[in-house]
């Protein structure tokens, strides 16, 4: 694979692996805006980021079970009526660094900022698809198509230098209220190479996995898509399954992610002088669920105090409407005593009451995606 081209990168981000580029911001920075700026959004590959610069030819093809295949240009897509949609892309691997200190697990290592909150501007994906004659709402199209495949044109090792792909059911890529995008911007500019230049999929409250990036192809199939990355890799095992007796045929591919959160003010370690701490960090729960508060404790979970939140610029209450931050995180912050046993914990509580478990050996799987066990911090008196 060919490295030699790569896009320059904030010098600040965390570089879990060169190449592929894999690199989290660091924590403060995280919770220093709402919307998460380029620079210090998450940036996850599988290989080298692909060159696509002749944006005049440039077309994304909509093909498969369809009555009638077509071709669109960047200038096609931009006259489909553009929505904005702020959503955050959390990564499966977010956390992983944690889970794999309980028990060895296999994929790039990542602390706490494997995710970001953008705004996404683009086309909706149920507004393209009715060009090719698949209605809104629809679980089926007229030639038995039941799923939607995006097909990048990066190359990855996993797909034996084949590209990119994952799908999403029909009956999402149809729903408006899904949100489902072909985005071309990002923060209201025009996308960047990291990120999916010229033109990226994003599919809120799902893991990050199936929202591809530099599209090259959208295909009705009939089953759910057969790569690498669906098939081979995203999916939550039981921790009872490990390398010598895993079939990865067993489990279902994870689209919606769980319930989240982390404080991100503090690091893993910290010495402190003062008594009050400030606890701030993000909340985030998947399939378009809002947080519905988020815990403090610092005697190990017997009490727990609930944070302040905060969405867009204003204090948010949970039993609103949650309008088009659904798919956005909660920032959320409390001023705590020093803890007595050194420890800090932080939980979140998603609209449908889910929450966080306490501990991450119940939930430890072999790929150790979806690390969302309560997070801990440690402060020390410095003497
Ligand atoms: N799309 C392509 N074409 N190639 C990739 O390697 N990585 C996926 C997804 N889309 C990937 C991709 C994964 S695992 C994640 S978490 C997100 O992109 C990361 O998006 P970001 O780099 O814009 O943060
Ligand atoms: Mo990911």
Known sequence: ???SHEPPRHPSLKINSKDPFNAEPPRAALISSYVT?????????????PIVDDLERYR??????????????MDELRKLPKYNITATLQCAGNRRT???KMRTVKGVGWDIAALGNATWGGAKLSDVLEIVGIPKLSSNSSLGGRHVEFISVDKCKEEKGGPYKASIPLRQATNPEADVLLAYE????????????PLRVIVPGVIGARSVKWLDRIDIIKD???GFFMQKDYKMFPPSVDWDNIDWSTRKSQMDFPVQCAICSLEDDNLINQGKITVAGYAVSGG???IERVDISVDGGKKWIEAGRYQKDMPYFADDDLGSEKWAWVLFKAVVDAPENGEIIAKAVDTAANVQPENVDVIWNLRGILNTS?????????S
């Not at 309560?374 to 410095?382: L, T, Y």
């Open 224 to 226: 759910e898509c057969q």
């Open 1 to 3: 694979s060919d490295y």
């Open 37 to 49: 700026s380029v620079d210090f959004f998450y940036k996850r590959n599988h290989g080298p980021i």
């Open 186 to 197: 990002m923060n209201g500019e025009v996308l960047n190479r990291d990120h999916g230049f």
């Open 374 to 382: 309560w997070h801990r911090v440690r402060v020390q008196k410095a």
């Open 60 to 73: 994304v093809s909509i093909g498969g079970l369809v009555e009638k295949s077509i071709e669109l240009s």
């Open 98 to 100: 944690a889970m794999s």
């Open 288 to 290: 378009g669920r809002g």
